[in-house]
């Protein structure tokens, strides 16, 4: 299996390869020397969530003299309150024109994909 980091100038600097996500343009490493190889099969288009509430919490107020330093408060995070999946999305008129973007890209991979030239 070839890796996607190489040492390429002898000086300990490496080179990685990110793979760029058809879908979405987010970008990730090929490959990790923990993980392994990136995976495309963990998330199940069926059941697996397509939109997410979240709960905006901010940060936590520093009460504690000696504390954390100004600005750098722990934060609360964005705790999921609620999942749709993409049956559910479907449903909701407020989503429908995520859900024809999607279609949409959907369809241009796919032509990509099956491409015969």
Same mark, same amino acid.
């Given at each position: ?10 000086? @300990? #600097? ?8 058809? %879908?979405? $343009? ?7 020397? *923990? &993980? ?21 919490? @901010? #940060? ?8 954390? %330093?100004? $600005? ?7 705790? *999921? &309150? ?36």
């Amino acid at each position: 299996m070839a890796k996607s980091y190489k040492d390429t100038t002898n000086t @300990g #600097k490496r080179e990685v390869i990110f793979v760029v996500c058809p %879908l979405c $343009g987010r970008s990730r490493v090929l490959e990790t020397r *923990v &993980k392994g190889r990136l995976r495309w099969d963990f998330f199940e288009p069926e059941t697996s969530p397509i939109i997410q509430v979240r709960e905006a919490g @901010g #940060k936590i107020a520093n009460k504690v003299k000696g504390g954390h %330093l100004p $600005g750098k408060a722990p934060a609360i995070g964005f705790p *999921v &309150k609620m999942t749709l999946t993409w049956h559910e999305t479907k449903q909701l008129s407020e989503y429908q024109d995520q859900i024809e973007k999607i279609k949409n890209q959907i369809n241009k991979i796919l032509s990509l994909a099956i491409d015969k030239t």
